[in-house]
């Protein structure tokens, strides 16, 4: 009895540490642009590939420069680089539904944009930047 | 036929008579030795008879009222403590706490997982992604100017600025 008692509060113990877990946010520089063959929507981009078309009336999305982190205390800040831009994400502390980011849009070493969001575990965020070329440049936060 | 022992226990107790009598005295062998025996026996009958008979309560009533009382508190007190050492006495043990404890703990995990669930709809905004402030730079766009659109439907947040300074399209490179 004392042995099947243990597995069920290990179980409870795993299922409450388990909700406390890490989460990992990804962030983006997508460069939209309308192709006569556009190439696959990147995996990461797969859940919003509707919006973004929706939105911004392009058919390819190609992921110019990424970043993964996995964040514990939401504290944590890092950076998405492509050649010329630069996004940096300033983690300011966790909400019940997710994280409180600074993000600043560099362009080499401008600052073109700043803006402080709640990013929810649900819900991306999609920033539209500058135009490039014919396309646009596109900010993308998702919490995976 | 009485034998001797017979016979002198009947002495003792002046139950022979007549030739039976003469004739018992005279078989013995010393008379003066046993009537001093039959003398002394007689006393510790009599001394025995005295001590050994029973006494009269003097206070009969007090005494059996006393003792009724004594009873009648002793049978009480097994009526009252027979509830207590029932087999609730050992529910208790250790085990069985864990069980509760365990038990409410499910329970309270399950209501917990209920009353949240219960209340999303109540907050789905706040699990869409809030943009608590945003501004372009001035300098470098002076023209720049930002828009927020949320899509419930989607779960996507849009933070759309318009007049930023346009690239040429090397800037797309990776």
Redesign the interface.
Known sequence: ??RS?AV??SV?LL??TASKAAETVWSGLV?AENVTEPQPVPPELNR?E??LKK?FGYNEF?V??QSQKTVRTGQEDWLAT????SLHVDARGET???Y?LNLKLY?EK??????????????????????????Q?LLV?VVQ | MKTFEQKWTAWLDDELSGPELSEFEASLPNKAAAQAEKAEAKKLGQLLKRELSAHRLKNEEFFSHQLREKIVHESGEQHHERPRRSPTSHWWTI?RL??AG?AS??VF?ICTVLVMHQERPAEES????????????PV??PN?T?SI?E?KQ????????EG???????????
């Open positions: 009895m004392l008692l069920v509060i409870l299922t409450m460069i919003i509707g919006s939105f190609k110019i420069g492509s050649k010329f831009f019940p539904g997710g409180v362009k401008e600052l073109l944009l700043e803006t402080e969001a709640k990013l929810s575990k649900r819900s991306p965020l999609v920033i539209k930047g500058p135009q490039v070329g014919g396309g440049l936060l | 085990p864990l069980w365990t703990l499910a995990l706040q699990y869409l992604t809030q943009i608590l402030n945003a501004r372009v730079d470098v766009s720049g930002v659109f899509v989607d779960r996507v947040t849009v933070l759309w600025t930023l300074q346009s690239l040429p399209a090397d800037y797309a490179a990776k």
